[in-house]
């Protein structure tokens, strides 16, 4: 998909949940094909591919709240939300079980 510059936002999609890290070589290889194919599909809207994420820690004063993880994240452009949601309703992370946050930047 392409837009035009002026007429798109960014949105930061996290990936929470899912079943996992591949538990072989041959998993590993059919999540990427399908990761590969989505990208392709999604075009130029995909900013920022990302990457997956290794588990942190949180900052904060006093007692942190218990947080989700966050497996990964992506950048995407699109008009509006109910756009982002569109380019993302296909990705392969969402067919293993894992939800996509997607949230909005705001220019300041």
């Known amino acids: 998909m ?3 510059e002026a ?21 590993a290889e059919q999540i990427k094909q399908a ?3 989505w990208l392709g599909e999604a075009g130029s809207a995909v900013v920022d591919p990302g ?10 004063t006093g007692t942190p709240e ?3 993880t966050i497996g990964g994240y992506s950048v995407v452009e699109a008009p509006s939300l109910d756009e982002a949601v569109d380019i993302l309703r ?3 992370f969402v067919a293993r079980g894992g939800t996509l946050q997607v949230d909005q930047a705001v220019d300041i």
């Open 90 to 92: 296909s990705h392969p």
């Open 7 to 27: 007429d798109v936002a960014k949105f930061l999609v996290t990936y929470i949940g899912g079943s996992g890290p591949p538990t072989d070589a041959a998993q």
């Open 35 to 37: 990761f590969g194919r």
């Open 66 to 68: 218990a947080g989700v």
């Open 2 to 4: 392409q837009f035009e």
């Open 51 to 60: 990457a997956p994420l290794r588990p942190g820690t949180h900052i904060a």
